[in-house]
């Protein structure tokens, strides 16, 4: 019955990877070049309920033969799901006959489902499979094949770039922050599936690269964060000294050769950030937030974006859950981001323990973290899926028989 369930579960974990990530890529590429039209519209919001469904269906018997030791928490991350829909529910009642109330029940919804499948992708994708490494590498050249087609088309390493930040928003093309989601996600999943280390941060090299042709700052600069905390984590576990010089050399000519690159994108505001408009406008956005926590410092305001102004006028930080969902909303959000990240740290750190599931868990938590508290609102995809990785992790990790008490090695000696 176990084997059943689990190639049941592991194969729409898998498909729904492959679709909401690098498939995500691929289909907004082919609608920008007028190959397809937007069939399937944005394409995530579709498949992302699709594979929460099954999840749903599944989860009675996932719960009995699958989650095993992952079973509390998973039980803590449904204690959220259940708080967020009961908080959307009950302000829908209360603010019933508000122009905007119907829009903020809608995202909220929304945000749940993709939660649900997210969650469900994470807890069951494997990482130690052929055919799924095969699968990743197959989706990495797919990626890379856009973007060199791009370039072509643009006669210009920055087409991708180009392609993605002058799109219209009636052309049904995603921007470059979906893109970068997608190229971000499956560089951590491809490094993990890897066993070399310096396969890994090969890996993390490319991916880097390509969310600088993308122009995704915020993903970008979390993945060059997340390398560095990895090149921390081998110093600090005794790693090589020759392979930390090694792997510092290759960074060094990696910055070296697309440094001009860097200043040609948007990615450079950072350098600039009191002419960046988009910084401007996210301050704005803040100090509409801490207004509201000021107002409302329990219960927050819901939906109080779409009054001010629309979907996106929220805190791009995990302030937006506090004034979605409220104080309580707010410390159990990044409440959870951050306890997966310590678990999943101390799980990588220990000797023995840096399988690709706990490595997939810390990457991501770590990406997830430093996003909510800097650029990504509560709606993000990326702590769900981190915490589904952090639950497989614990799921699928072996039971360590209990060692069996070792008499004094000196005992001997000394009687004689």
Same mark, same amino acid.
């Given at each position: 019955?176990?084997l ?11 498909a ?6 690098p498939?995500?890529m691929?289909?907004?590429y ?10 399937l ?18 989860s009675p ?14 039980a803590l991350?449904g ?9 959307s529910f ?7 006959g508000?122009?905007?109330? $119907?829009?903020?029940?809608?995202e909220?919804?929304a945000t749940v489902?993709?939660?649900i499948?997210m969650?469900f992708?994470g807890?069951?994708f494997?990482?130690d ?9 197959i989706?990495?050249v797919?990626i890379?094949?856009v973007m060199l ?8 390493p ?8 002058s ?5 049904g093309?995603?921007s470059?922050q979906?893109?970068g ?8 999943f @491809?490094?993990a599936s890897t066993r070399s280390? $310096?396969?890994?941060?090969?890996i993390f090299a490319?991916?880097s690269?390509?969310l600088?042709?993308v ?7 979390s993945?060059v964060l997340?390398?560095v905390?990895?090149?921390?984590l081998?110093m600090?576990?005794?790693?090589n000294p020759?392979?930390i010089?090694s792997?510092?050399a290759g960074c060094w000519?990696?910055f070296?050769f697309?440094?001009?690159l860097f200043l040609e994108?948007?990615?450079a505001e950072?350098?600039?950030l ?5 910084w401007?406008?996210r301050q704005?956005?803040?100090?509409f937030?801490?207004n509201v ?7 927050g ?6 009054r ?6 929220f805190?791009?930080n ?10 309580? $909303?707010f410390?159990?959000?990044? $409440? @959870?981001?951050t306890w997966f990240t310590?678990v999943?740290l101390r799980?990588?750190f220990v000797?023995?323990?840096?399988n ?5 868990a ?7 973290l ?11 995809? @990326?702590?769900?899926l981190?915490w ?9 990790a072996?039971v360590r ?6 008499a004094p090695l000196?005992?001997?000696?000394v009687?004689?």
């Open positions: 019955m176990r059943k369930v689990h190639n049941i579960s592991r194969v729409p974990a898998l729904g990877f492959l679709v909401l990530f498939g995500f691929v289909y907004h082919s609608i920008a070049q007028g190959w397809i039209p937007p069939f519209g944005g394409l995530f919001g579709i498949a992302a309920v699709a594979t929460a469904l099954v999840a749903l269906v599944l018997w996932l719960a009995r033969h699958e989650l095993g030791a992952a079973m509390v928490p998973t991350v204690v959220w799901l259940w708080y967020t829909m009961f908080w009950a302000n829908y009642e209360a603010l019933h508000a122009p905007y109330v $119907g829009f903020a029940m809608a909220s919804a489902m993709n939660w499948a969650v992708i807890a069951f494997t990482f499979d052929r055919r799924t490494h095969r699968a990743l590498v989706s990495t797919c890379m094949a087609h791009a370039m072509v088309r643009f006669r210009s920055l087409g991708p770039y180009i392609t993605f930040t799109v219209d928003d009636t052309a093309v995603s470059y979906g893109i989601r997608s190229v971000l996600i499956t560089t951590i @491809l490094a280390t $310096g396969a890994r941060f090969a490319l991916g690269v390509l600088l042709l122009g995704s700052r915020s993903d970008l600069f993945l997340l390398t905390a990895m090149i921390g081998l600090l576990r005794g790693a020759l392979a010089l792997t510092l000519v990696v070296h697309t440094a001009p994108t948007r990615n950072i350098l600039d009191a002419n960046s408009s988009s401007q406008a704005e956005m803040q100090a937030a801490l926590i000021r107002e409302h410092p329990f219960m305001e819901f939906g109080y974006h779409f001010i102004g629309g979907s996106g006028f805190a791009h995990a302030l937006s859950a506090w004034t979605n969902y409220g104080l309580l $909303g410390v159990l959000y990044l $409440g @959870l981001i310590v999943s799980h990588v000797p023995g323990g840096g690709g599931a706990w490595f997939a810390f990457q991501l938590n770590f990406v997830a430093i996003q909510a508290v800097s650029a990504s609102p509560v709606f993000s995809p @990326l702590p769900a981190g589904g990785l952090a639950i497989n992790a614990m799921r699928t072996p028989p209990a060692e069996p008490e070792k000196l005992l001997p000696e009687e004689r």
